[in-house]
């Protein structure tokens, strides 16, 4: 027991000039319950009090005796909140020269003259007691304050902290969004010049590459923020693993091609299927395809390679790029972990894919040699039981046959946004009409008979659902096709959509692919027996 603990019971030390008197003397403490232990001399006695002791009982005889300040000694190295009580049995006449011996050394000194009664020695111990209980509080608050310090300033450090890194994400944001925006206005400013058509075609690549980064980006910032809040929501489905490969490699290939990268694909049985949400696969794959893209000099060499191991399904993803120090291949799946910021990103692409693939019931993990060595990422995904699936990574193409001129109206409150959508579904053979709000859309319907109503949500005054509820509830358009074209983009958004007769949900801004699918698809529909 350390002299700053407490000692499982209260003790009180007794060193008397007779050892019959000092046993005497613990045994009638004893008998009043307070334990009592006696010291053979003063090396004993200072033993003890280092070791923890509620109080002393000795006689002016081992004060006086005390010419080296042992007994001192023992009480400067108690803790400063403690200071054990001494009861001094003095002879008559002698407590003038003991209270000035060790009134310097002793702060909690009581001097009794002798004889004394034992009732009024054992109520003397039980007052020093008492003293002694109050300082064992102080200590107690002292203790819990000390606590609180510490947790108050390591939440101060953490909030610092995050502060410090809101301010680095938030500088490496607008660095993120600020390199895709510089080569977009260039390229704007270079086809207002009307260039020559080669040039306009390599402006309008580098344009569409920028955006489709841009928008990347924002989803995984999104798709992040969804997971951490449980609010994102896996579809499952039986779903082959050449599907979810197939749709990773269509995702990354802009970007591998663009960074004159060498992918190869080795996948030992696309059969396998597994029960699992194909979209968000494909991400997880494509971001690390894109991964190795970004970390990957040049021309280098990218290999995708997926096989079946026991009932897993095994697939890595290596490069000959930079490679990963020994030290950061866990922490490189934290969020705003980079490798380096020479290559640029937010560090949040890893671990968006390590929360998809647990999301996912697997495992994800980092392999390099070390710095100019290259890197492998290993995903591990349970297979499922059961047949192979029939999903395909994209939509069957709509016959020729079925195709038709079709009438979409285009509804939204950004003019430029209505305009330009409008001019793009032209140039692809539909005939178009826009609107800028609620009231004018559901003329437009009624006057000019479209087949599909492309319809903003975030409409000044009747929003997008009233309107999309409106329509539904006029018999003489009950086929109209509705497609949402939104920035809101959650699980809820979707659902709320569905709920208000949306055939469709789309998030801003959107892929051209992904906006003639939904209309292929809606065609199909509406021309089916």
């Not at 032209?426 to 178009?432: A, D, H, I, P, R």
Request: proline share 5%.
């Amino acid at each position: 027991m350390t002299a700053e603990g407490r000692p499982d019971r209260a003790r009180v030390l007794v060193l008397l000039p007779s050892t019959k008197d000092a046993h005497r003397t613990v045994s009638l403490l004893e008998e009043a319950k307070v334990p009592a232990t006696a010291c053979a001399d003063l090396a004993e006695l200072c033993q003890k009090v280092r070791a923890g002791a509620d109080a002393i009982l000795i006689t002016d005889d081992v004060i006086l005796s005390d010419s080296s300040g042992f007994l001192a000694e023992a009480m400067r190295e108690q803790p400063p909140w403690s200071s054990v009580p001494v009861l001094v049995l003095a002879r008559e006449g002698s407590s003038p020269h003991v209270q000035k011996v060790a009134s310097n050394e002793l702060t909690s000194l009581t001097i009794v003259e002798r004889p004394v009664r034992m009732h009024t020695l054992v109520s003397l111990v039980l007052t020093a007691l008492r003293a002694r209980q109050h300082q064992y509080q102080i200590r107690d608050a002292m203790l819990v304050r000390e606590q609180q310090s510490a947790e108050l300033r390591a939440q101060e450090e953490r909030l610092l902290e995050a502060d410090r890194r809101k301010d680095e994400f938030l500088a490496t944001l607008a660095h993120e969004l600020r390199n895709p925006l510089a080569p977009i206005r260039t390229g704007l400013q270079l086809l207002s010049g009307e260039p020559p058509p080669e040039t306009a075609r390599h402006a309008l690549a580098v344009m569409q590459r920028q955006t489709s980064h841009m928008v990347r980006l924002i989803d995984d910032l999104l798709d992040i923020s969804r997971i951490t809040r449980g609010k994102l929501e896996l579809r499952r489905e039986r779903v082959t693993l050449g599907a979810i490969v197939d749709a990773a490699v269509e995702a990354s290939r802009p970007f591998i091609d663009w960074s004159g990268h060498e992918l190869r694909v080795s996948v030992a049985a696309p059969s396998l299927v597994l029960d699992a949400d194909l979209t968000r696969l494909a991400q997880v794959l494509s971001n690390l395809l894109n991964n190795a893209c970004k970390y990957t000099s040049r021309g280098g060499a990218i290999e995708l390679v997926a096989d079946r191991n026991g009932d897993e399904v095994v697939i890595e993803v290596r490069d000959s790029g930079v490679g990963i120090p020994p030290h950061r291949l866990t922490d490189i799946f934290e969020m705003f972990s980079q490798v380096d910021h020479a290559h640029g990103g937010l560090g949040i692409g890893l671990a968006l894919v390590r929360r998809l693939v647990e999301m996912h019931g697997g495992t994800v993990r980092a392999s390099s040699e070390g710095t100019g060595t290259g890197s492998t990422f290993i995903v591990r995904l349970p297979l499922a039981r059961g047949a192979v699936s029939q999903r395909e990574a994209t939509p069957a193409a709509l016959p020729p046959e079925l195709r038709t001129e079709q009438r979409i109206l285009v509804v939204d409150d950004n003019d430029d946004a209505a305009e330009l959508l409008a001019l793009m579904l032209e140039q692809s053979g539909y005939s178009t009409q826009v609107a800028h709000d609620g009231p004018a859309a559901l003329a437009a319907v009624q006057s000019w008979h479209p087949e599909i109503v492309i319809l903003d949500i975030g409409l000044p005054g009747m929003s997008g659902y009233d309107v999309a509820r409106a329509l539904r509830n006029e018999v003489r358009v009950a086929d109209l096709a509705l497609v949402a074209l939104t920035g809101w983009g959650t699980e809820r958004d979707k659902r709320d959509a569905a709920a208000a007769g949306f055939d469709a949900h789309l998030t801003k801004p959107v892929d051209a692919r992904d906006l003639q699918r939904v209309l292929t698809r809606l065609e199909t529909a509406r021309n089916s027996p």
